[in-house]
């Protein structure tokens, strides 16, 4: 069936560093993808998407390219901040559905 | 300012007891969705409805039961024969976006609540 594979973490970043976090879905179709971000006790909230082959999302300093022909939607940043600590989920939309990664726990320390 | 709500943010049940978690939106959302969050693991569907009067199944429903009586409300209650509830419990709306493959759009989640069997 239709799902998200991401990288598990946890990751622990310097401040300034680079930031990749993998995610390779499986899907019929044309889904759309998305990352979200939750920061501790609270919901999920979007971060960026993407509805079609070879576009980008990006928001907040955050980018992910939806790549058809790996099946990927890889979140990258350039330069983490301490600020960036959080859980962030890989989903993609499925007819009347959304599928979600395991999450990956991202902290970044001065 | 447009959004959803959860209530109560902590709840705490009794073994035996039935406890139903709330929440509201205000977006004018055809769709609702409950999630069940287990610490470090990700989000597992409960039940999901997309229009009023109408809801589905979804991966883990067992002990658990819904209603959509108004397009704003979608309560999710908490049964004795659900053996394992404490967990952080999440509730998202979305509006239907046709699309290629009929999937949803972006889901808007509400802050969470967070339930504990004593």
């Known amino acids: 069936g239709d799902s998200v594979t991401q990288m598990e973490g946890p990751v622990t970043l310097s401040e300034e560093a680079f930031l990749t976090i993998n995610c390779t879905y499986t899907?019929?179709?044309?889904?759309?993808l998305f990352w979200y971000v939750q920061y501790p006790g609270e919901g999920l909230q979007l971060l960026l998407k993407a509805t079609k082959a070879d576009d980008k999302g990006s928001n907040k300093g955050f980018e992910a390219t939806y790549r058809k022909e790996t099946t990927s939607f890889h979140l990258e940043k350039g330069s983490v901040q301490v600020s960036d600590s959080a859980v962030y989920f890989c989903a993609l939309s499925v007819p009347g559905d959304m599928r979600f990664g395991a999450g990956t726990r991202l902290t970044v320390k001065p | 300012d447009g959004g959803i709500t959860q209530s109560p943010k902590y709840l705490f049940r009794k073994e035996g007891q039935n406890v139903t978690l709330s929440c509201e939106q205000n977006l004018n959302h055809d769709a609702m969705y409950w999630y069940r969050q287990d610490p470090g693991q990700g989000l597992r569907l409960i039940y999901y409805?997309?229009?009023?009067?109408?809801?589905q199944k979804g991966d883990i429903a067992e002990g658990y039961s819904v209603s959509r009586e108004k397009k704003e409300s979608f309560p999710l209650t908490v049964t004795s024969a659900q053996k394992n509830p404490t967990a952080f419990y999440l509730c998202?709306?979305?509006?239907?976006?046709?699309?290629?493959?009929?999937?949803?759009?972006?889901?808007?989640f509400g802050p969470g609540t967070r339930l504990t069997v004593l």
């Open positions: 899907a019929t179709g044309y889904p759309s």
């Open positions: 998202a709306s979305s509006t239907n976006s046709p699309g290629l493959a009929g999937g949803v759009d972006e889901q808007f």
């Open positions: 409805s997309q229009i009023v009067n109408d809801f």
